[in-house]
């Protein structure tokens, strides 16, 4: 069975910094990318960044320059680390995977990704 157990999450002021993780368990997803998503309240789930099987990142443009994805060697953990955060990062923050590498055209969407977290709170104080 196939677990992501999020973590890392917390309050945080302003300009402040955390760093969040991934355990990721059941299967290897060496060969896939994993990804970062965040829900605000009342709004849609928004990706945030990804962790290509080549070890390169993307970002959204919000976070491009602030956040960093990394992954262990063994590649059974996803980290993202949280830099110059702002109030509008507030979310819940959740780890996807999938059993491939999505494509370039759906990478960035939640209906790409079959297996997710629980989700980790992050709530930036102004």
């Known amino acids: 069975q196939v677990q992501l157990v999020e973590s890392g999450g917390g309050l945080v002021q302003a300009g402040g910094s955390l760093r969040l993780s991934c355990a990721a368990s059941?299967?290897?997803?060496?060969?896939?990318?994993m990804a970062w998503f965040r829900q605000a309240p009342g709004k849609e789930r928004d990706f945030v960044g990804i962790?290509?099987?080549?070890?390169?990142?993307s970002y959204a443009d919000s976070v491009q320059g602030r956040f960093s994805i990394s992954r262990d060697s063994a590649k059974t953990t996803l980290y993202l680390q949280l830099n110059s955060l702002k109030s509008e990062d507030t979310a819940v923050y959740y780890c996807?995977?999938?059993?491939?590498?999505?494509?370039?055209?759906?990478?960035?969407?939640?209906?790409?990704?079959?297996?997710w977290g629980q989700g980790t709170e992050v709530t930036v104080s102004s």
């Open positions: 962790s290509w099987s080549s070890g390169t990142s």
């Open positions: 059941g299967r290897t997803f060496s060969n896939a990318a």
């Open positions: 996807a995977a999938d059993r491939s590498q999505p494509g370039w055209r759906t990478y960035s969407l939640p209906r790409a990704y079959e297996f």
